[in-house]
């Protein structure tokens, strides 16, 4: 096979498979079905493509092949009722061509992943597997737990579904309160992936960060008085205006400390900041993602890093603590703390995580331990946490940026 196939192939899988599998979930109303006629259609890719050529549409082109494999298997089975055969025809009726409503369906694949069958847990996993296309590996980094641990969770949840017989659609008003915090919580853990790739030779991944946004943006326009939903969107948005000064030419991160904030979207900014605001105006308070996108206001309006008010930036991070508590919160807390001017503070913070076990296997305290203890003008402890961090992450990008820190620290 030629390489450049097999690269054109993952390529369009990893940009259209949640879409793909979205429509299919519609046409079938079954997940696990959807996902495996999916995954055939890019098998038929493999062999077809080389030489027929990549088609115009390759994302139709997968989800037309994945289709006509389901009315095959429709057609084969004479036991279906009625229903079955007028999805088929359906289905057969609409063709090739057939490629719209494609965003309300990744939407309603995330209410149907986010159903209030699955624990929280299972929601999660779920839905950055089907709609972010993580595999298990960068989500059980994420999540912070085992491997086999995320793979039951995503075998059960698509059982679940099933025995449920859970409706492609999207709920009614009043099972929202069931679902949000789940579709809150995934759409940003799918951001997260794409602001800071857990793995793999990119900082960004675009891709998913661009999705996310988009799904924020369709959930303000369904639910404009969901503050929490505002919250979302305003953090996403002031995150991603730093998208362009955080990767050098040559793909190598930026540290917010050395990006030049001229490059920053300031129309993205403003967006961001307006969407707090209307946040304050609905009136029921900050949640969770308003605080985060407060503390992103922070350095959205900071000339520099050195000029951030830090001290109401640790104040936010308090509150977030209190209302969400995390070690992940906790963590930045610290480093907060420190660049306020308490280094030896934000240590200890850093140093209770360490002993009670919070974060174990996860690069980010070892790094932050790192920078602190640089700070203090503790080097050779500095560096020893700096190239342990630099050997947990398992983002090539984010290693560089650890070991070159550690290699410039003199005893």
């Known amino acids: 096979m030629q390489p450049d196939i097999r690269r054109s192939v993952d390529a369009v899988w990893r940009i259209e498979s949640a879409r ?28 077809q493509w080389p030489e027929s050529g990549v088609p115009a549409n390759p994302g139709a082109w997968l989800t037309a092949v994945a289709k006509r494999k389901a009315i095959d298997r429709w057609r ?32 309603r694949l995330v209410f149907i992943t986010c159903h209030p069958a699955l624990s929280r847990e299972s929601q999660v996993a779920l839905t950055l597997r089907v709609v972010g296309g993580l595999t298990t590996e960068e989500i059980a980094r994420m999540l912070l737990v085992p ?14 579904l099933a025995a449920a017989r859970v409706p492609f659609e999207a709920p009614e ?36 960060a661009r999705e996310a946004l988009r799904m924020g943006r369709v959930l303000v326009g369904l639910l404009p008085r969901e503050p929490e939903v505002h919250g979302l969107l305003s953090l996403m948005e ?21 990006q030049d904030r001229s490059r920053w979207d300031h129309a993205q900014i403003e967006r961001g900041r307006e969407l707090l605001r209307h946040v304050d105006e609905i009136g029921r308070g900050r949640g969770s993602y308003a605080l985060q ?65 919070s974060l174990r296997g996860s690069h980010l305290l070892p790094s932050v331990r790192g920078e602190l203890l640089t700070r203090l003008g503790r080097v050779d402890e500095a560096r020893s ?9 398992r983002n090539d990008r984010e290693r560089e940026v650890l070991t070159a820190k550690a290699a410039a620290l003199r005893p």
């Not at 009043?174 to 794409?194: I, K, P, S």
């Not at 951030?308 to 209302?323: M, P, Q, S």
């Open 385 to 393: 946490e700096l190239l342990t961090a630099a050997g947990l992450t």
């Open 76 to 107: 084969r089975d004479t036991s279906l009722d009625r229903r079955y055969r007028a999805m088929a025809h359906e289905a057969d009726e609409a063709g090739e061509d057939e490629w719209q409503a494609i965003d309300d369906d990744v939407l």
């Open 173 to 208: 008003a009043d099972e929202w309160t069931d679902r949000l915090a789940g579709v809150l919580a995934v759409v940003y853990l799918v951001f997260t992936e794409g602001y800071a790739a857990t793995a793999g030779d990119r900082w960004i991944r675009h891709d998913l």
């Open 147 to 160: 491997v086999p641990t995320v793979q039951q969770r995503i075998v059960r949840a698509k059982k679940t």
């Open 20 to 47: 793909i599998v979205a429509t299919l979930t519609r046409v079938t109303g079954d997940l696990g079905l959807a996902e495996d006629l999916a995954q055939e259609a890019v098998v038929d890719a493999l062999v």
């Open 293 to 357: 996108a407060a503390i992103a206001e922070c350095h959205a309006v900071a000339a520099s890093v050195q000029e951030t008010d830090w001290g109401h930036v640790v104040v936010l991070y308090e509150a977030l603590g209190r209302l969400a508590p995390s070690p992940v919160v906790d963590l930045n807390r610290a480093v907060a703390v420190s660049m306020a001017g308490d280094t030896v503070e934000a240590l200890g913070i850093v140093d209770a995580l360490a002993a009670a076990g």
């Open 238 to 258: 002031l995150q991603a205006s730093r998208f362009r000064s955080r990767i050098a030419p040559d793909g190598s991160a930026v540290l917010l400390a050395d």
